[in-house]
């Protein structure tokens, strides 16, 4: 055990030692923008070594990391450029835009900076490789028969996991990893209001799972029912159209529950009939669609009593979700405009309503407050304190009042996936499985979950961990290292991460974000307006898995700078 830690501490020092170089090497660009030169070299290798010394050279092309790389140079300009090196020179923070606009020099260079370091760490991390040989894993001592781990999810927290098993037991061929899910592709969310809102195209924002994964066999099912007696899973395969649905049991020795989360209506059947939901992407695709029809309905409605409620849009729910699809309807809603001339611009109304006195509970009350001000100076309307009680076509009850309305999307409210329900595990009052330390289900040997379907604590602060993508992918990378850990017979981690801040954007190129200080975790920075914009854009590109995808996405934002909205509409496939 002591010579593995030994051998993993010489790697990380060997690995920062090789981001320091690359770092030094990408640092002229720096140099050259940020000030004295000095500084930008400093900048670059320090930032580089970090990089290098807490994560692992990523097994991918050089172009992902050239991308990646230029993506986190806006958040690093906004951090550093923008808001530390006036503090630290006794002046404000320079985030007016006149301040943003004299920092331009200095974002090029840390674009340039993070291109150039992506690709040369990539290259020198490669050739480390090839010269030290593979990194030492601990190895499976070879089980007979085949162990058969089984994930049930494809989203982050699946994905992952199935990503990081893979990586874990790479050489072991006595392990069967089978991922299931019933989308062949990971959804990244973060971006999902740009697509109901007609900024990306709605395959932009996903990632096909079987060109992530290298020996998972994947099947595109759906899970209708675990037996935990006799480790088996229930799947049934999807079919388009009449043909009656296959059914399989697969056997299990390890089974992982990604399954997420689906909206709960809080028992509100009419309100679950009428609503939109707002989790996947045919439900972005659908909202989309709905409001260019309610468009084009209003355009030919002579009657303007009978045009209101076609072009009040109400969504329900003042937490992210809700908040980044009114700002993003709102946007859409006016940027159309020019395309119906009978329709007038003080008729559209996108209303919030949200149970609670302020918005956006996750974040401080100032940025929560700011947000609300900025998206009500643009027309969004906010009924606080209200709760949805019924739903009827065209109108939508509140506990204070009705509101006219065709349209009402749902973000109020989520509970596990309804295979959960079924399961005979300990949950918490939420339905989510109780998961100890470890991400393992503590009555049941062999079974583990993660993700928006778990509830986990931290085993450091003994909080519990939100429903977040950001927390997700960390508890794939512990959950996976458990598994391999537990075939092993090794000890195995507890689960502990801190929160690396929230972003949201609220329509027009504006956002909120709130980065937690490293170093000093319980203490966080606040941006607001084009500045958190710009780094909400960086970071979720960066995040964006594939090359292909972030040069899409960014292509589409660019035309959105120069054309109008798009109101094609496309197939509804309900
Ligand atoms: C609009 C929106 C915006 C968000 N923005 C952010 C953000 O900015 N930052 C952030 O950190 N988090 C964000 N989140 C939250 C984040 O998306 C979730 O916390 C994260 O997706 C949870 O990952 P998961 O793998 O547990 O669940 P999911 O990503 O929901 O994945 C569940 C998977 O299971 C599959 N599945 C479900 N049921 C079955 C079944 N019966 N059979 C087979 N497969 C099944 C689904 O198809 C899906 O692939 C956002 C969520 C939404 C809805």
Known sequence: MAQRSDNQMTRSVQWASIGILAGALASPALAFTIGPWKLGLLFGIALGGIYAASLRPANRAYADNLMAGAALGIPLWSLISVVALPIFAGQAPAWSAEGIRAHFPALVGWVLYGAMFGVIN?????????????EAEPSVTTPSPITRIVILGGGFAGMKTAQRLEELLKSDISVHITLVSETNALLFTPMLAEVAGSSLEPSHISAPLRSGLHRTEFVRARTTGINLEKRSVLLEGMTAGEAPAESREIPYDQLVLALGAVSNYLGMPRVEELAFNFKTLVDAIRIRNHVIEMFERADREPDAARRAPLLTFVVAGGGFAGVELAGALND????????YPHVNRDEVRVVLVHAHTRILPELSESLGHYARTKMEERGVEFRLNARLTDAQPGIIVLNDGEIRSETLVWTAGTTPSPIIKALNV???????????????????????????????????????????AQFALREAVTLASNVAAHLAGRPMKTFHFDSLGALCVIGHQTACAELTVPFARTRAVRFSGLLAWLMWRGIYLSKLPGLERKIRVLFDWTVELFFPRDIVQTIDLK
């Open 122 to 134: 990539q290259n020198m991390s490669d050739w480390a490789t090839a010269l030290w040989g593979p």
């Open 332 to 339: 859409f809603a006016h940027g159309i405009l020019a395309d």
């Open 426 to 468: 300990e949950k918490d009052m939420h339905g989510a499985v109780k998961v100890d330390e470890n991400l393992a289900v503590p009555s049941q040997p062999c079974v583990w979950a993660l993700g928006d379907c778990a509830a986990v604590t931290d085993a450091k602060s003994g909080k519990p961990c939100p429903p977040t």
